[in-house]
């Protein structure tokens, strides 16, 4: 049975969310090892300490920017490898700002190509169609990915 794991939260949590978190797993039983903001994670999950250091070359430190546009907010973490140890240099997030307001603009951009390269009437006088409004949301949503 699991009884200790490691967590990760968003960038953005502050110390009493962070509390009520490791909370939460000690009142259901488990044994909080460590927390990790979620940039941190991906970090780690994507191989960064292996993939920066050329095979042969002396260890160097390397700084780097991490970014997790979620679906509501940004998280960006500045971290330092050396050799295979992460130190989280800062990190900060913003709860009002995410992916769907990237998609909503890219979305907007690219209507308006649309009508420039179109006549307006091709536009403007049909309703909308709601599977090409929603293949164009699913195009932009990949794009910023």
Not at 117 to 125: L, P, Q, V
Request: charged content about 20%; aromatic content about 4%; hydrophobic content about 35%.
């Amino acid at each position: 049975m699991l009884e200790c794991i490691q967590i990760t939260v968003p960038a953005y949590f502050n110390d009493s969310q962070r509390q009520a978190t490791k909370n939460a797993a000690q009142i259901a039983g488990l044994e909080v090892a460590r927390m990790l903001n979620e940039p941190t994670a991906a970090a780690i999950a994507y191989g960064l300490t292996s993939q920066l250091t050329e095979p042969g070359a002396a260890p160097s430190i390397k700084r780097i920017l991490i970014y997790d546009f979620g679906g509501g907010t940004l998280d960006v973490t500045v971290l330092t490898i050396d050799g295979a140890v992460l130190e989280v240099m800062s990190t900060s997030g913003d709860t009002r700002l995410g992916g769907q307001d990237v998609d909503n603009e890219l979305i907007k951009h690219c209507i308006q190509h649309f009508k420039d390269k179109n006549s307006a009437s091709s536009f403007t006088h049909h309703r909308r169609d709601a599977a090409a409004s929603s293949t164009g949301t699913h195009d932009c949503q990949c794009a910023r990915v």
